[in-house]
């Protein structure tokens, strides 16, 4: 792990100062969850609906996984482990989608931060926290069992069980630290995600007309 770890970036590239500025203008919303709580399809909805542009950090990586590239080699090797891509790639990810964007009301970030670092490197970085952080909040067996029939019907390598049990347990452990640092910020919004589909759309929109 270590070695393919050290040819990929740990920390993001800096941004300059008219970056930031414009990033700041923007509201960012981090919405996070285990794979298969719901949140990609959630996303998709309110960026509709408010017209913010939907980031899907799992979509960003398995798009770099299946480059041709020894960057895209590493990423799909860590993915398939049910591992956790280097910070400094997801933090260029991020920046680089948002600040492509800039005809944008907003941006939902959907699958960030995947661990602490990320949330401090973001803030380093971009010089501002998220306005709000959407957890969605489901049991992990339904999350397995919402999985595996995706994993069926899009044939995903990374949707089999063993990686999902595993990709569920790095998450849990990383997810703690995140969650009591955004706690501390007062940014958490958690919702109940085994809810039906329209009931989740519902709280999520009034926890984005909160903000207004």
Do not use: W
């Not at 909805?45 to 299946?66: I, S």
């Not at 990810?93 to 948002?98: C, K, R, T």
């Not at 989740?200 to 909160?210: E, G, P, R, T």
């Amino acid at each position: 792990m270590g070695r393919c770890h050290s040819k990929l970036p740990q920390v993001g590239k800096p941004l300059r100062p008219q970056q930031k500025d414009l990033l700041k203008s923007y509201r960012i919303i981090f919405v996070m969850g285990g794979p298969g709580c719901g949140k990609g399809t959630q996303c998709e909805n309110m960026a509709a609906k408010y017209g913010f542009c939907h980031v899907g950090l799992g979509e960003l990586l398995r798009e770099e996984a299946n480059q041709a590239t020894v960057r895209g080699q590493l990423i799909r090797d860590i993915m398939l482990k049910g591992l956790l891509v280097p910070t400094g790639v997801i933090l260029d990810m991020v920046s680089d989608n948002m600040l492509s964007r800039p005809e944008s009301k907003g941006f939902l970030i959907d699958g960030f931060p995947r661990e602490l670092s990320q949330a401090k490197e973001f803030e380093r970085i971009v010089g501002r926290s998220p306005n709000i952080v959407i957890v969605f909040d489901c049991s992990t067996e339904t999350m397995i069992h919402r999985v595996l029939l995706r994993g069926q019907e899009e044939h995903r390598e990374d949707d089999a069980e063993d990686i999902v049990r595993q990709r569920l347990e790095t998450h849990y452990t990383l997810c703690e630290p995140i969650l009591a640092f955004y706690q501390q910020k007062n940014l958490l919004r958690n919702i109940l995600a085994e809810d039906a589909a329209e009931n989740i759309f519902a709280k999520c929109c009034s926890v984005i007309d909160s903000l207004q």
